[in-house]
């Protein structure tokens, strides 16, 4: 019988969103990608030094990860256009907001902070979790679209030549295997990425 890993050293990236909430209860929806132990039960978050996410964590030591299969919402929450703005839902525990729609969540605080690279690297501890409902499923678009989603937040980074290249080779799996979340999260990207590389 194939089982989870209980290895507790045996971690990987995995990647979801994260929302935060400023002092005054605002809250930010970023994708991020954490290690975790197979069990979600510690997060070593790594934001990039202008990211809001780890100016919220600074301020509250708290927020939640999201384990979701909407890669539309992933996608427009990359690059900061979120449209509709998702419903959320308040935890009283640790007064933070948590996506109404998502698979799987983790509210955790954090334990220690790390500033001293070009990331961040936060070391969080779960403190609360539900389960809302079941992941989809493995869908080759979905991946795409979550690679996409990544070159989209690398604009200036990477070579504009090796964004373009590279999301030519996602529009495959893109057109083999997508349903119409899928295939709007990628042209959304794709535009996206067209009109910054047009003017930088
Ligand atoms: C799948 C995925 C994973 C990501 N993981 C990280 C990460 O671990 N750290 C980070 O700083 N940015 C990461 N990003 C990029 C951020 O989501 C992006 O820069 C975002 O604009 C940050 O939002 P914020 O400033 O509201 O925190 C990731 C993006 C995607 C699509």
Redesign the pocket.
């Known amino acids: 019988m194939v089982s989870v890993s209980t290895d507790a050293t045996d971690t990987l990236?995995l990647?979801?969103i994260?929302v935060?909430c400023n002092p005054a209860g605002d809250a930010?929806?970023?994708?991020?990608?954490?290690i975790v132990d197979r069990h979600v039960t510690r997060l070593t978050?790594?934001?990039?030094s202008?990211?809001?996410?780890?100016?919220?964590l600074r301020d509250t030591g708290r927020g939640v990860f999201h384990i979701v299969d909407n890669v539309e919402l992933?996608?427009q929450?990359?690059?900061?256009q979120l449209d509709p703005k998702p419903r959320l839902t308040l935890l009283d525990a640790s007064h933070c907001q948590r996506l109404s729609d998502c698979c799987r969540w983790f509210a955790f605080s954090v334990d220690s902070l790390d500033e001293s690279g070009p990331?961040a690297i936060l070391s969080c501890s779960v403190i609360e979790r539900g389960e809302i409902r079941p992941f989809l499923g493995f869908n080759r678009a979905k991946h795409a679209v979550?690679e996409a989603?990544?070159l989209?937040?690398r604009i200036g980074i990477l070579a504009p030549e090796e964004i373009v290249a590279e999301l030519v080779r996602l529009a495959i799996p893109v057109e083999k295997t997508a349903g119409a979340e899928e295939r709007r999260a990628f042209d959304f990207l794709r535009q996206y990425i067209d009109r910054q590389l047009a003017v930088s």
């Open positions: 990236v990647e979801g994260v935060t930010n929806i970023a994708p991020m990608g954490p978050l790594r934001p990039y202008t990211s809001q996410t780890l100016a919220n992933l996608a929450a990359a690059v900061g990331r979550v989603a990544i989209a937040t």
